[in-house]
Nanobody, 125 residues
């Protein structure tokens, strides 16, 4: 059974930093792709960052230069978020899928099969 579990959300002030963690277990045979999405109230879920097992990454325009998605141990990924603003306030979701090693990083909701339940980030001014 595949499980995706997020942690690390919280409240910070503008300019602060947070690190979100995502644990993905249950994938056995194929290469993994992990991404973070976020959804603010009244808005659509948007992709923030994606990382493949081969090390290819993709960031949204709003995340580029401020957020970094990396892999820790075999089952854990981290989203380091710096220079946060109130516009970053949202529910953050980790998503994952398994596929061939050549699969590129992607930020589409439909590109991922397995999702966590989310962790909330609040940035106050």
């Amino acid at each position: 059974e595949v499980q995706v579990v997020e942690s690390g959300g919280g409240s910070v002030q503008t300019g602060g930093s947070l690190r979100l963690s995502c644990a993905v277990t249950g994938y056995i045979w194929m290469s993994r792709r992990v991404a973070w999405f976020r959804q603010a109230p009244g808005k659509e879920r948007e992709g923030v960052a994606s990382l493949t097992d081969t090390g290819s990454s993709l960031y949204s325009a709003s995340a580029k230069g401020r957020f970094t998605l990396s892999r820790g141990d075999k089952f854990t990924w981290y989203l380091q978020m710096n220079d946060l603003t109130p516009e970053d306030t949202a529910e953050y979701f980790c998503a994952a899928n398994q596929g061939p090693s050549y699969q590129p990083p992607k930020l589409g909701v439909d590109d991922y099969d397995d999702w966590g339940k989310g962790t909330h980030v609040t940035v106050s001014s």
